[in-house]
């Protein structure tokens, strides 16, 4: 497993940068923002990023993909971390991708990669049911009926879950609410009668959804995977949600720290530059520190998912952790550092920090995923 | 009989004949307070009759002198007459800037005319004060504050621009740090005025906060004519009275972060709202770790608190002591909201939930500016290394 | 409940910290050590101390004790931990004193009291049986034998174990380890056949012990308290003592301070006082802070231990913890900042580090402490 | 077969020949190690034979040229010889800092003849070095430095004071920072030179730690001659030297600290000493708490120096990222002990255990030395901000 980029990814990377920088900067977030586009995201910027091969980054070329493997997902989340790029990138090439490709059945594959890879159609992945994640708390009841299945319940805290054209449901096909086994992937099309959506905006104003389960219907070919076998797939799809949450929280980590030592260093009180208060200066070599061990743990789980590593959950895990942490920490720094100026709507810094926030929610926070480490651990 | 125990009697005796049965649902919020001045719309007769009653009775400011509008009680029976009000949840009549703020700095500092002129009218709610700093660029650096007064003989003309004026488009009258010399060291020459915000030639406009509301505002000065007769304290000398009103303010921050400690516990919250394991723990164990630290923490700042409220009590001048409440209570209030925030999840991280419309999390937001408010955290620790370590250079 | 001294208790402060800093500076400590006196304190100065009221501070006066309650015990406590004095104050003044003043009958209030008032007869408590303190794990057992009782089991841990006339034993006589039900304190002569002593040199050059017990025989008037209802008076005897550490780490804590800020203040680095360097004035600032919370928690478990609050437990448990993290950053820090004279033993601030090391592991680590608040906070 | 291959089953064969069965127990503590020099007492026949067994290979410096006492091994060659090595717990031949800092600085900076004489002496470990950096009142100030050498020719005048100096009493000869201009600015006029401990005018005395023990001395030096053909580098120009030398000396303690999150985690430590609760946690909650985040950092500080490392190995100029690692990895390592002795309780902080002699506690003090020497935490800190951050005035 190497810890550097090969020079297919540096060049990756740098498309990326320059792709955002010109189409998707911090403005463009906000213009989607107070125009309180329900979408939460422009249909005409991801269509161009599907152009770049972004969309299908995890989809074999065989199904239109670019197959740039999860240290190229990696690399796209961070540079949309950094420019709070709002897409469905996360729910549809991340999640779903990693779905199809890894436990889909061939007509699953061939039906959905290329869709994925073409940015034409939108999936969104629908776990909790609750507050705080906890997967195999799984509950929503899928009962054999008919050919197929009928699905109650609800699910909550669904990103895209309301544009999405098809979800990815997991659901409780025996067992109970706590058990491991027993919990089934559904792939349920979003306009199926019983399926309510509601969409929530949230603090960074991005937009999630609450489904609401009533008798829905499905076909037993809408089965990814096998039933009752469903929570080590979900975990292994998760996993590449959480690293590239991880990932983008790294962006968010980086950009907030960079934008902050140039604010302080320009900035003057006293007479002085603030950054040349030495307080600062060791905060913020602290906070410099942290950002490294950030990228360097963010790169280590992308790697080993990659690798298929034995260890690659537990690199996950201290990725969503490690990254959560620092990224918070980044985030309120800046915020403390820009002085009043960082209390305003008008500066970026905020944004950086709600953003964090509903990222490190997301999939687990930095204290489930800290104690699943010292389980797996043993202590 | 003692006389203190007459007056609990009798206190108790009016307030439940005389506090409106809307007054008594113990809110405390800003939403849900009276601000008073000339622009306030009460949002019930309740409420209106509640200011005037209480206003009648001096209760508004309970310990000021009657000549300045209050009833002039000791230090004891006001505690008697807070607990009264507590005890049936009545809300305060009102409550503005120039209760918390103006007021002990005329009391101090004001001559007789000035407090006969504005005392009066605060204690009655007829006039809304806002406080006038903070400058664009100065932040906590208050002696670099440049806008300008210009000797006019009876006069000053007024110009300049202040910022983080909390709700100046609602306040009536201002108290304002202007500069009257400039050729003096940074902290002289600055003069203490008031005037109205109604004068020609001022205006604002409204700050949107990452938490979405706008309490504060950028106010603007343009050849603003303010009386000499508007001069606290002497001319070149406002530094006296804006620290004075600091220290005031600090410590008073200090404890309402230490009542927000008295509520419902964060162990509490989450053992409510996560559930708890066969232990009787919260479910989350590193969780649970970090509420722990947070409500030792908490339980340790209520015991300074107490310990330096005896402290003011029994007359010690408590000096740069403020700084270190006004530090750790914003720090440690800031380290509870986000701990609130991983609590609630995802519910919690709605902006507009249908239930409490996002509360929590623009609550975890605001706390961000306590910190910086009123002097920063970083302020507080230079103050406290300077004035009490008197460490070199500080 | 106040948390302000009255005008004996600032007397008490004054003539102890007068009588420490010309009997009992830090160079008395590094004399004892470097003698490698088992006893680990001077007989003599003990005499002084017991003839200044000291030795009874906690016992009633018609019992010859100059019962200044645990407020006053706190303040010498505070005053030792400032000049690291060694002495058995703890183990008989606080401990024991609070053993036979609180649960003794008559005859052991009228045969002990006096002797620790008069500082000639030396105790010991003796709770822990493993490393890491749990009094209900006690499993030493006491058996019924004839007309009392048979001991049989290990303790360490025990302050002045090897030295003390007389030992209390925290015994099982009935239910088994774990168990707060079952649990008897008994009064054991140090020269009972069949009790072996060992004294162990600790980090901070303090002495232990640890006590093999193999059939011991005590009669049944050797019980403190009553059978099997050894648990709660052990407790209140265990928060005398635990607030008593609380008030020597505050003490600790407030000395390495002020050295190391005084020490800082002076020494040069590139030409100016290091104390003039802002990102030390900064944790100097906050350090101070988090001091006068250890000092605002101190004084509250002491006061309501002598008021009887219910709360008195709660505010001991939170002082212990509290305070015990304090310590420790004070003495962290301060060696940091003393830089590389920090490392050597010719300078005082590492016999802090050592001294509030152990003092914060008796009777209960913070760890253990907060965890105990929040059970009882049922989160 | 690659000719890897190749070497690795030579390699593996020597050693499983030559390495002596009591230098195969993995030791590698400071009180097991073969340090070498004049005043050496082998512990054991087969210390001796293994050390001249090694050197005769040039093994004991694997990548120095052959000239030099080295094998001239390539970087895959050395991890290949390193790799046998632990995989038969072969003990390190010798150690001492002629090895680790005088070697890479002599590769670099050293003349020819420099090279000849000194290097093969350090390789065969007959020469034991020390550094006389820090000052008396310099500490992590290297510039001040005051120890004076006076140009008389061909030789210098040394006199002056070192502190620091880890085990000068036992070393041979040292590398020592001298100021040969008074007249330069600080970083000026500091030169690099050697000389023989033994010396005339060379007095050591040992500094006891709180740790109990006295790795470092103060030194003295009374009217020394050092010889000018021992200056290393040009004149005036040490700084430098010392520079690449506290570069690399930074990176290498990252290392040290890295290796030692690869052993037994803190976590099982804690589980066998303490025991776990039902659901297999440690019984202690706050506790266990405390132990994730710093098995958290530590898993995360290795991924840090596995990235540095592959970038270093790559070629890239790491710069201050040497302080990076050298400021966590200390501090790390810190919060790790503290953690090692909670976890240790009672049984732990005795000073002289029958088992194993208060090894852990005297460790732990230990650590806090290691965020002072080689440039305290602060130093790092100010070293990040200034070169990687390139803030105002740092």
Known sequence: MSMMLNEDQEMLREAAAGFLNENAPVSAFRELRDSNS???????????????????ILVPEEFGGSEFGMVGAGLIAEEMGKHLTASPFLATSVLAATAFSKFGSEAQKEHHLPKISAGETLYALAVDEGAKHAPAKTALKAERSGNGFKLSGAKT???????????????????????????????????????????????DSSSFARLQFEDVEVNADAVIGEVDAGYEPLDTILNAGRACLAAEMTGCADQSFNMTVAYINERKQFGVPVGSFQALQHRAAHLHTEIELAKAVTLAALQSLDTEEESAWRLTALAKTKVGQVALLAAQEGVQMHGGMGMTDAFDIGLYLKRVRVAGELFGDESWHANRIADALSF | MSELETFRIQTRAWLEENCPPDMRDGAVSEATQCWGGRNWTFTSEGQKLWLERMAAKGWTVPTWPEDYGGAGLTKDEAEILQDEMTAIGARKPHDNFGITMLGPALLKFGTQEQKLEHLPPIARGELRWCQGYSEPGAGSDLASLRTKAEDKGDHYIVNGQKIWT??????????????????????????????????????????????????????????V???????????????????????????????????????????????????????????????????????????????????????????????????????????????????????????????????DNGQRSKDWLRTKGNSIEGGTSEVQLQIIAKHILQMPGA
């Open chain 2, 225 to 355: 004519r303010v009386e000499k007769v508007n001069l606290v304290h002497e001319e070149n000398k406002g530094w006296d009275v804006a620290k004075y009103l600091l220290t005031h303010e600090r410590g008073m921050i200090g404890e309402v972060f230490g009542n927000m400690t008295g509520g419902r516990s964060l162990g509490e919250i989450a053992a409510h709202e996560i559930g708890v394991d066969d232990a009787g723990r919260v479910e989350e164990p590193l969780l649970r770790a970090k509420l722990v630290q947070a409500e030792i923490d908490s339980l340790a700042f209520s015991t300074l608190l107490q310990s330096v409220s005896e402290r003011a009590e029994a007359g010690e001048s408590l000096g740069a002591v403020s700084s270190v409440l006004k530090y750790y209570g914003t720090e440690l209030n800031k380290r509870r909201h986000e701990l609130l925030m991983e609590i609630g999840g995802s519910d919690e991280l709605e902006w507009s939930d249908e239930n």
């Open chain 1, 157 to 203: 805290f669904v990103a895209n879950g309301h544009v999405a054209d098809h979800i990815i449901v997991a659901a409780r096909t025996s067992g109970e609410a706590g058990d491991e086994n027993g919990i089934t992937l559904f792939l349920v099309e979003a306009e199926t009668a019983g399926l309510k959506r509601s969409a929530s905006k949230m603090v």
């Open chain 1, 38 to 56: 329900i979408g939460g995201f422009s249909r005409d910027l991801w269509s161009e990023m599907a152009q770049m091969g972004w969309a299908g």
């Open chain 2, 166 to 223: 909390s709700y100046a488009d609602q306040a009536d009258w201002i108290f304002c740090l202007v500069r009257t010399d400039f050729e003096a060291a940074k902290h002289k020459g600055i003069s203490f005025v008031l005037f109205d915000m109604a004068t020609k030639g001022v205006t604002t406009k409204p700050i949107k906060l990452i938490s979405g509301s706008s309490p504060f505002c950028e106010t603007f000065f343009d050849d």
